[in-house]
């Protein structure tokens, strides 16, 4: 099992500019959430979701959109990139919810100048 | 709503030390409650975690936690510090509010280990 993948591992992005942040899980795990981290702050939860096609928002979902319609895969998008964004995020997974133990991905290193 | 603090952002102790890392959680329910380490340059990998069974809960790496309900506390200890552990250390309650849930984690707190 490759567990949780993250691509791409480094961005450099300009304000304004938009991109998807890819996260993958091969453990057929039905929970899958985003997470940001800055320092001092630890994780914060942006989106997260139950199962294909059932998305919810986390503490911080705004300027973040997230779809699930597969089981493997939940795509993070930044709509319209701001240097408050950056950031490094992180996806990961579980078998049913929050209580179960989370997996995380390598996560992927975010710059927006 | 649920909410962790941990104290201390930054905990150093010399190789062979008591390694402790504090976690006081806010539940208005019984908590589920996770300590979680982070390598540099990596994720998160669970240590530990309590789910209502024993209060003392033993993870990997010699590391174990008390969870006490009365002082609201979920303390991470190892008897004898390794450079390895070096690494910062997250504690985590989850909410169960909604479906699935949500884990909010603590600020983090960063073990340095001292020859």
């Known amino acids: 099992n490759a567990g949780v993948t993250q691509t791409p591992k480094f961005q450099v992005l300009k304000t304004g500019q938009s991109m998807t942040l890819q996260c993958a899980q091969d453990?057929?795990?039905?929970?899958m959430s985003w997470y940001r981290q800055d320092p001092g702050m630890g994780l914060r939860l942006i989106h997260y979701s139950v199962g294909a096609g059932i998305t919810d928002q986390g503490e911080v979902p705004n300027g973040y959109n997230v779809s699930r319609s597969t089981t493997e895969d939940f795509p993070l998008r930044l709509l319209s990139a701001a240097p408050s964004q950056t950031s490094v995020y992180f996806c990961?997974?579980?078998?049913?919810?929050?209580?179960?133990?989370?997996?995380f991905g390598p996560g992927t290193r975010l710059t927006v100048l | 709503a649920q909410s962790v603090t941990q104290l201390g952002s930054h905990v150093s102790v010399s190789e062979g030390a008591l390694v402790l890392l504090r976690c006081n959680y806010s539940s208005s329910v019984p908590p589920y409650l996770f300590w979680y380490v982070q390598y540099p340059n990596q994720g998160l990998q669970l240590l530990l975690k309590y789910t209502s069974a024993a209060t003392l809960v033993k993870g990997i790496n010699g590391f174990e936690a008390e969870f006490k309900k009365s002082e609201t506390s979920f303390h991470l200890t190892k008897p004898s510090a390794h450079m390895r552990d070096a690494a910062e250390y997250f504690c985590a309650v989850s909410d169960l509010r909604g479906q699935g849930g949500k884990l909010i984690f603590g600020q983090g707190t960063e073990l340095s280990v001292k020859p």
């Open positions: 990961a997974s579980s078998v049913r919810g929050s209580t179960d133990t989370q997996y």
């Open positions: 453990m057929n795990h039905e929970y």
